[in-house]
């Protein structure tokens, strides 16, 4: 051990200075999330790249039609880019959240102000501060954002009890703290590792389509590889590669077709794969049966709030709602369409 010391040492400074220079890098949980996006580009780049490099048939026959590899390149280049802009949007934070309602309230813009402080990077809570009143003052009067959160909730609910215990702030109804990001996360659903943020309420419509594009994406490079393995006789190394390729590429395919599948339900019935999964751990959910969707407002609507941007909070359904939807589905109710 005392003898690596001396070339160790040198070696640590340098990385260190490195990683001083980086700050992307410097954040082990960054790096990884990095190291991660830059394997699925590698990975994306391999598949596309051995074609263009071992199968001469393939070549002449994006010569003799262009616009088929030209449809395959526009794919590619859009389920890329589709990735990454997912990767770096953001899913809907209720420090954001809670920044926008504040400011926007005209009880704390005239004539009292409204300021925002954001803690340490590691909690993120956020403090709102009534300038021209006592502390205590401060403490008895609910914040805009407290009064729209206990709207939400059925009347008598303590927002104590709604309060997180990691970032401080008052969570609205689907909301989580995600401990990989350190913030709580409106209409939280996953924390995917893959692109490095969570999935919520602002970008699981991208979420959704970037799935649907790199489902595609396999689906059209397997059917190249099979192409390409039916054809002329190859060398045995070709055939080994090929197939390896094409068994990677074939569990790729069964994950992300059935995470489309899965993703596209959640959708349609406006649920969240937390609150799927965790059901009977969510206080305000464990007597709400489990074929009723609480938050569902058919699917047409549900599709629209998805697609269309709609960011609105949703509340807790009333004891008539849950009633009305946990009625059993008649053929009345089947031509009258009322799951739309």
């Known amino acids: 051990m005392g003898v ?4 160790l040492q040198p070696w640590d400074r340098a990385r260190n200075q490195f990683l001083i220079n980086l700050p992307c890098l410097s954040d082990p949980v960054r790096r990884s999330s990095l190291l991660l996006k830059l394997a699925l580009v590698v990975l994306h780049l391999v598949f596309i790249g051995f074609l263009f ?20 390149l526009l794919l590619f280049s859009a389920t890329l880019l589709q990735y990454f802009v997912t990767s770096g949007s953001s899913p809907g934070y209720v420090v954001d959240a809670m920044r926008d309602v504040c400011e926007t309230s005209a009880m704390y813009r005239n004539p009292l102000a409204c300021s925002i402080q954001h803690a340490s990077r590691k909690s993120e809570s956020v403090v709102v501060n009534v300038e021209g009143g006592s502390a205590s003052c401060a403490r008895r009067t609910p914040t805009p954002w407290g009064k729209l959160v206990l709207d939400l909730y059925p009347p008598g609910t303590s927002i104590r009890n709604l309060t997180c215990g990691y970032c401080h702030v008052e969570q609205p109804p689907r909301t989580k ?9 409106l209409q939280f659903d996953h924390h995917c590792v893959w692109l490095g943020t969570c999935i919520g309420q602002k970008n699981h419509c991208k979420f959704w389509w970037y799935i649907c ?5 396999c689906i059209w490079t397997l059917i190249m590889y ?3 393995l039916s054809n002329v006789a190859k060398p045995w190394w070709k055939n080994a590669i090929i197939i390896l390729l094409l068994v990677i590429l074939a569990i790729s395919l069964i994950f992300v077709m059935l995470l489309l599948i899965f993703h596209s339900y959640l959708i349609l019935t406006n649920q969240s794969t937390y609150e799927l999964v965790r059901r009977r751990r969510i206080p305000y959910m464990r007597n709400i049966p489990e074929r009723v969707h609480p938050f569902s407002r058919g699917i047409r609507r549900n599709l629209y709030n998805v697609c269309c941007g709609n960011y609105n909070l949703d509340s807790l359904p009333t004891a008539f709602e849950l009633e009305d939807r946990s009625r059993p589905y008649t053929c009345i109710d089947m031509l009258k369409c009322r799951c739309c």
């Open 177 to 185: 703290h995600c401990h990989d990001c350190d913030r709580c996360v």
């Open 4 to 7: 690596c010391c001396p070339f």
């Open 53 to 72: 490099l071992f199968d001469a048939e393939f070549i002449e026959k994006t010569k003799r039609d262009p616009w088929y590899m030209g449809c395959y």
């Open 213 to 217: 594009e790199e489902t595609t994406l």
């Open 226 to 228: 099979v192409d390409y």
